[in-house]
């Protein structure tokens, strides 16, 4: 007959026994899911090794080709059958029929068109852009402060002013361009023509717009900041650009109106003010020194970075007048909150082999419009004494 301290000893051997059973079939049971998930990670390299391998088919692979090889096609012999024969949603914004005959260009194309226009020197490059949809760009600014007042626990709170809120439309306008090359230099296959293209149309493109940004009148194309009234800035209202005059009849020998343009312009516009001249005004302004002598202007350090005038970034725009008499050759401001630019995405292409045969035209437009956002944003230097 066993002892109760016998037969406790036996229990235990025995549930020791057990769990250690139970561990085991545990620990064969992860050991076999571990191997499963192993072999299945193998297999998905191997198919995706073997897809990488495998040559791409072209449905796939040559999605934006076929509309590439339908343009050049079209460039060079004028043939748009494989353009009208594209997908519509497989080419979306790529190459779309429109009602005047011409075609979208390639993704290729307007994106070196863009890289061209922002390359060139204009106000497109400080000022805000838009792009839109529509044939005008809305843009509402509140030019009014609302009133405030102290108020007593027992006295009545009298009305304070309320804003003024203002709409200012910028219309759009067709800008246009149309090169021409001969027909036996489309021929030759070794000519890259969207290259080409993408260069002589953003080539008179960045000419027009940035003289129209400065001084365009508005009619068929944007207005100019220039070509709006200006006054002293003493009498600035909404509507006009405020001037501070130089202080000589016909030249600019000192740098105190430069001063005094910095301080015209609102503390709150200051930060992101840049000034805006051409090369002959900023050949002037180089050789201004100060009490000390020392120059005014400096060179940009970095490779890439504009010059500096008493601090502030100097924009080099050909299409600001020169010094003379009456003339406003310096404009200071914050463009980005002063002038917008609004402009529809799309380049359009029409090729033409008859109106200058044996040369083939090319005619290419695109829409955009600017004009002044925030008068109070720019200020104006005027060459005369008062």
């Not at 007959?1 to 139970?22: C, K, N, Q, R, V």
């Not at 997908?87 to 890289?115: H, I």
């Not at 003024?164 to 759009?172: G, N």
């Not at 100060?290 to 725009?317: K, Q």
């Amino acid at each position: 007959m066993s002892t109760p301290s016998s037969a406790t000893d036996g229990d235990l051997h025995a549930a020791i026994s057990g769990f250690a059973g139970e561990f085991r079939a545990f620990a064969q049971d992860i050991h076999a899911r571990l191997q499963e998930q192993d072999t299945r990670m193998t297999r998905l390299d191997r198919k995706h090794f073997l897809a990488s391998a495998r040559p791409a088919l072209s449905a796939s692979a040559e999605r934006e080709a076929p509309h590439q090889k339908a343009f050049d096609a079209y460039l060079r012999s004028g043939d748009d059958g494989a353009l009208r024969a594209l997908d519509l949603e497989g080419k979306a914004m790529s190459a779309a029929v429109g009602a005047d005959g011409g075609y979208l260009v390639s993704p290729q194309t307007s994106e070196g068109v863009a890289r061209v226009l922002l390359s060139n020197a204009s106000i497109r490059s400080v000022a805000s852009v838009v792009k839109i949809e529509s044939s005008s760009f809305d843009i509402l600014v509140d030019r009014g402060d609302i009133g405030a007042g102290w108020a007593t626990e027992a006295g009545a709170t009298t009305e304070t002013t309320t804003g003024t809120l203002e709409k200012i439309s910028i219309a759009l306008h067709e800008l246009a361009a149309m090169p021409k090359v001969s027909q036996r230099l489309l021929d030759d296959s070794a000519f890259d023509i969207e290259a080409w293209l993408a260069e002589r149309i953003g080539e008179k493109f960045a000419r027009a717009e940035a003289a129209a940004f400065v001084n365009g009148n508005g009619v068929d194309k944007p207005r100019g900041f220039l070509d709006h009234p200006k006054v002293a800035n003493a009498s600035w209202s909404w509507g006009n650009i405020g001037y501070v005059a130089g202080g000589h009849a016909s030249a600019i020998t000192s740098t105190d109106p430069l001063v005094d343009m910095i301080h015209a312009l609102g503390a709150p516009y200051r930060a992101g003010a840049t000034w805006v001249m051409n090369s002959r005004t900023a050949g002037v302004l180089r050789k201004l020194k100060d009490a000390d002598g020392r120059y005014l202007w400096s060179d940009g350090i970095a490779a890439g970075e504009p010059a500096r005038l008493f601090g502030y970034p100097v924009l080099v725009a050909e299409d600001m007048p020169d010094i003379a008499a009456n003339a406003h050759p310096v404009a200071f401001g914050n463009f980005a909150q002063g002038y917008t630019i609004a402009e529809r995405p799309d380049l359009r292409v029409l090729r033409d082999p008859f109106s200058a045969k044996p040369n083939v035209l090319f005619y290419a437009t695109r829409r955009v419009g600017g004009g002044v956002s925030d008068f109070a944003a720019i200020k104006l230097l005027r060459i005369a004494t008062s």
